[in-house]
């Protein structure tokens, strides 16, 4: 099973109540949070209604496996430890990383953050800015492979 990594590019200002509940569900509750979420229907659904604040695509398990390892969350102030991952049956990230695309295990039920807090890119979101779709050169909308790029620079 594919993951999506959804990632809010646009701020908090001025967004209709129902898209808001829409990016609360998603867990991307403010700028440059990511949130990963399997790739079903219904989230499909909601990432359509909430596509002028996001951006998304597939992650591939180096990116996940950096992820976790550089801000995975157990708690608000605990980090993800590989001695916490050892226990939970993994023996590194990149094994949890690969269990996590296969659908074995969910970040729930190893007690993970299921969102990231990350900085914002690196060199920026794109050349048009956050206001624009992906195919303009813009930071919005569906990236597929190339989230991994955008979420390396913002780790």
Request: net charge positive.
């Amino acid at each position: 099973m594919a993951l999506y990594a959804i990632f809010r590019v646009r701020g908090r200002v001025d967004v209709r109540k129902d898209i808001e509940d829409t990016l609360k569900l998603l867990r991307v509750h403010r700028k440059n949070y990511l949130s990963i979420m399997p790739k079903t229907e219904s989230i499909e659904g909601m990432i359509q209604k909430a596509k002028d604040y996001i951006t998304w695509g597939e992650i591939d398990e180096k990116t996940l496996a950096e992820l976790l390892k550089k801000r995975g969350r157990i708690s608000r102030r605990k980090k993800l430890t590989l001695e916490y991952i050892k226990e939970k049956g993994f023996n590194s990230f990149e094994e949890l990383a690969k269990a996590l695309i296969e659908g074995k295990v969910t970040l729930k039920e190893l007690g993970i953050k299921p969102f990231f807090r990350l900085r914002p890119p690196s060199k920026g979101y794109g050349k048009k800015g956050i206001k624009k779709h992906f195919n303009e050169g813009g930071a919005l909308g569906y990236r597929g492979e190339k989230i991994n790029d955008l979420i390396l620079r913002a780790i």
